[in-house]
Nanobody
Framework: QVHLVESGGGLVQAGGSLRLSCAAS????????MGWYRQAPGKQRELVAA???????NYGDSVKGRFTISRDNAKNTVSLQMNALKPEDTAVYYC??????????????WGQGTQVTVSS
């Protein structure tokens, strides 16, 4: 069994910063891509940022230049530094990872989500 646990969400004023973290645990053999998605009320879940095991990154257009994704392969963690936050960044943020569990195949896992609220 593999679990992803997020932390770091909360309430912040526009222009402020937050850092989200996600830790993967369980019977992990290897982790390929890791990333962050978000879902605002009434909207579809969208990619925020993703990072490969080798460190290549990909960002959603709306967060480029403001958010930075990073990971620690030794600790099975991924983080999202969010700067210059805007009210439209308000959403539930989900950690996601492509994980190969021990004696299993690679599949996607999701965290439970953490709320980020940006006030104007």
């Amino acid at each position: 069994q593999v679990h992803l646990v997020e932390s770091g969400g909360g309430l912040v004023q526009a222009g402020g910063s937050l850092r989200l973290s996600c830790a993967a645990s369980g019977s992990i053999f290897s982790i390929n891509a890791m990333g962050w998605y978000r879902q605002a009320p009434g909207k579809q879940r969208e990619l925020v940022a993703a990072i490969t095991r080798g460190g290549s990154t990909n960002y959603g257009d709306s967060v480029k230049g403001r958010f930075t994704i990073s990971r620690d392969n030794a600790k099975n963690t991924v983080s999202l530094q969010m700067n210059a936050l805007k009210p439209e960044d308000t959403a539930v943020y989900y950690c996601a990872a492509d994980v190969r569990a021990v004696l299993s195949v690679t599949r996607g896992y999701w965290g439970q989500g953490t709320q980020v609220t940006v006030s104007s």
